[in-house]
């Protein structure tokens, strides 16, 4: 699409501010200098950068900026001279002014169509497999279905993707109720909307979860959207919204050869302020014995939250079946289940982790090479994510 924008040099050079029908973005021409996607700032073969940018002087400013077509021209003042896509220029200055990171599609308990994939066209076909990793991206599940109800019937999934996270629980690990419980996981209660292992480090990214008998009375596994519940709480109780995003807590885990500690908020922001992560984990949550204001301020706070994400509104319901799999965003979705009864049939699942990563990184080289092979030949420049991601 060919894009007019009006390209206004300001603070004597300092910044560049481009103006079109829709948008006002503005520039630091420091930023500008240091992106600059040409081979004598980028090596073309990794698209690393060459220069260094520390270094480039602080007073520098842009001479001279033109449109030429699609693309804008810049001169700079230490004699650099490069040209930029235009739109992908825009799209980088809109991506750090929303609150949360572009692609995602939140939902609540009304989601119509649950994103779904199917095991076979997955292993088989590049195309359903970016498919299948464009609704993880989009919505932070998929349920597949067709996988083998072998104990291991997903690895082979998993090898197409990226490596499988070893814990110190194993690889791929049992679900299922037993007498010597280490983790309440293992037994029949239901479990309230949580994030996995927030006690690790990293955190597993994504946690495949595999059914190969649920016949039991119950069970039912239930999804909710934490971006969404995260939104929803700065809108309507935004000092909440803001102790939950400060005030980090820690979890631990323990048992006979493990200890395990970690620590965060339970909505965790990047840098830029959009969401980056939700954590949620009652069983393994102490948080430490703060201040007493500070920790009633936070109790509230969190009840509130999870309020939110115990909601019928917000809570999506779903019975895996034998040969069905869920693969969960961990850092963005809470999951739970009901309590079941084994007096109606076994419970069997198998669950396994995949980091982000990989997984992120399949997609993108998918994409490219899928639906934009010529960027494969072009060095990293300005942010392509939301192009990728739409
Ligand atoms: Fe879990």
Same mark, same amino acid.
């Given at each position: ?24 973005? $503005?520039? =630091?021409?420091?930023?500008? /200098? ?6 004598? #700032? ?9 220069? +260094? ?5 602080? &007073? ?17 003042? &230490? ?32 989601? !119509? ?7 076979? =066209?997955?292993?088989?076909? &590049? ?17 597949? /279905? ?6 291991? %019937? *997903? ?30 996981? *293992? ?34 596994? @239930? ?11 700065? !809108? ?11 005030? =980090? ?8 050869? @493990?200890?395990?500690?970690?620590? %965060? ?6 840098? $830029? ?19 007493? +204001?500070?920790? +009633? ?12 994400? @115990? ?13 069905? *799999? ?9 999951? %739970? ?21 990989? #997984? ?8 490219? $090479? ?21």
């Amino acid at each position: 699409m060919t894009l007019s924008a009006t390209p206004t040099l300001q603070a004597q050079g300092r910044r560049l501010r481009l103006r079109t029908q829709d948008c006002e973005r $503005q520039f =630091a021409a420091l930023w500008l /200098r240091e992106r600059a996607p040409d081979s004598e #700032t980028l090596d073309p073969q990794t698209g690393q950068r060459l220069i +260094e940018a520390a270094q480039l002087p602080l &007073d520098l400013t842009i001479e001279d900026a033109r449109l030429e077509a699609d693309r804008l021209r810049l001169r700079f003042s &230490d004699g650099h001279d490069t040209a930029f896509d235009l739109n992908a220029l825009l799209e980088a200055g809109e991506a750090v002014r929303t609150d949360i990171p572009a692609g995602l599609t939140l939902w609540d308990s009304r989601l !119509e169509r649950l994103p779904e994939a199917d095991f076979a =066209a997955a292993l088989e076909s &590049d195309a359903r497999l970016l498919e299948m990793l464009e609704d993880l991206h989009r919505y932070g599940f998929v349920r597949v /279905r067709g996988v083998p109800t072998e104990e291991d %019937g *997903m690895q082979a999934l998993i090898d197409r993707i990226g490596p499988l996270r070893r814990t110190n629980w194993g690889g791929i690990a049992d679900v299922k109720s037993v007498p010597q419980a280490y983790d309440l996981t *293992m037994t029949q209660r239901g479990l309230e909307p949580h994030t996995d292992n927030p006690y690790r480090d990293p955190i597993p990214g994504y946690i495949w979860l595999h059914c190969l008998t649920n016949a039991a009375e119950g069970g039912d596994s @239930t999804l909710v959207d934490g971006f969404k519940a995260a939104q929803r709480l700065r !809108e309507e109780a935004p000092e909440d919204y803001a102790c939950l995003t400060r005030l =980090a807590t820690e979890f631990f885990y323990t048992d006979q050869t @493990t200890r395990l500690a970690g620590e %965060g908020p339970l909505i965790e922001l990047d840098s $830029q302020g959009r969401l980056h992560r939700v954590r949620f984990s009652n069983r393994t949550e102490r948080i430490p014995a703060h201040d007493p +204001e500070v920790l +009633e301020r936070y109790y509230a706070a969190r009840q509130r939250f999870y309020e939110l994400i @115990t909601s019928d509104e917000l809570t999506v319901h779903l019975k895996l079946d034998p040969g069905e *799999m869920l693969i969960m965003d961990n850092y963005r979705l809470f999951h %739970g289940r009901t309590a079941f009864q084994l007096e109606g049939g076994v419970r069997h699942l198998r669950q396994g982790y995949v980091d982000r990563d990989s #997984t992120a990184s399949r997609r993108r080289v998918l994409f490219s $090479q899928l639906r934009a092979p010529q960027l494969q030949t072009q060095p990293a420049t300005a942010p392509k994510e939301k192009e990728e991601l739409q």
